[in-house]
């Protein structure tokens, strides 16, 4: 059974800071990894995929996988209120993404 | 590109009726479609997996008699919520699978639809 893990938080950052969302699989096998983010009351959307170690940058969001350690992280520069939501992490599964229970962003003005 | 519409996109009805969500992929041909529920404050919870042309996958715990499921094109799924009750209540969301692969790669997620059940 494929596991994604997050933390629920929620995580509290500053307006202007760097917010750090981590996620951890289990299936080592995993080849690409997609952060979705979800307002309260609405569908998850897309933000970013990864497929290869490393970084990978758009605009203020930078996806960080490290395959030999099954870890992913979501770093988002100079936070802003509008960034407040629930951020996904998901791995493909046989049949499907597995989903993590996502990570609660607050940012404050 | 990669759109993915559901409609209604909330819909309010008596205990006892039947409710049809259509979700359509607008500008893809979507092989795979997955149907999810969500409770209020709680995650996303696979349904349902849509193959077009074949029988629903559900998954454990999931009335395939009650939730009735159809994907009679590549751009349309269609979830039937039978004889619903109160406990039926929930936002109900879908997603298309719009890669090479279909079934696991990226997916985008329709804006979902609101169920109240009376």
């Known amino acids: 059974q494929k596991e994604v893990e997050q933390n629920s938080g929620p995580l509290s950052v500053p307006e202007g800071a760097i917010a750090s969302l981590n996620c951890t699989y289990s299936?080592?096998?995993?080849?690409?990894f997609f952060w979705y983010r979800q307002y309260s009351g609405k569908s998850p959307e897309l933000i970013m995929s990864?497929?290869?170690?490393g970084d990978k940058e758009d605009g203020r969001f930078t996806a960080q996988l490290n395959k030999a350690s099954q870890y992913v992280s979501l770093l988002i520069r100079d936070s802003q209120p509008s960034d407040s939501a629930t951020y996904l992490c998901a791995a493909p599964g046989y049949s499907t993404l597995t989903f993590g229970k996502g990570t609660m962003l607050l940012v404050s003005p | 590109g990669a759109v993915v519409s559901q409609h209604p996109s909330w819909v309010i009805c008596k205990s006892g009726t039947s409710v049809k969500i259509e979700c359509r992929s607008l500008?893809?041909?979507?092989?795979?479609m997955f149907w999810y529920r969500q409770f209020p404050k709680q995650s996303l919870m696979l349904m349902a997996t849509s193959n077009e042309g074949s029988k629903a996958t559900y998954e454990q715990g999931v009335e395939k008699d009650k939730f009735l499921i159809n994907h009679a094109s590549l751009t349309l799924s269609t979830l039937t919520v039978t004889s619903a009750h109160p406990e039926d209540s929930s936002f109900y969301i879908c997603?298309?699978?719009?890669?090479?692969?279909?079934?696991?790669?990226?997916?985008?997620f329709g804006p979902g639809t609101r169920l109240t059940v009376l």
């Open positions: 500008d893809f041909q979507a092989t795979t």
């Open positions: 990864i497929y290869s170690n």
């Open positions: 299936d080592r096998v995993s080849q690409s």
């Open positions: 997603s298309a699978g719009a890669g090479a692969s279909g079934n696991t790669d990226t997916q985008y």
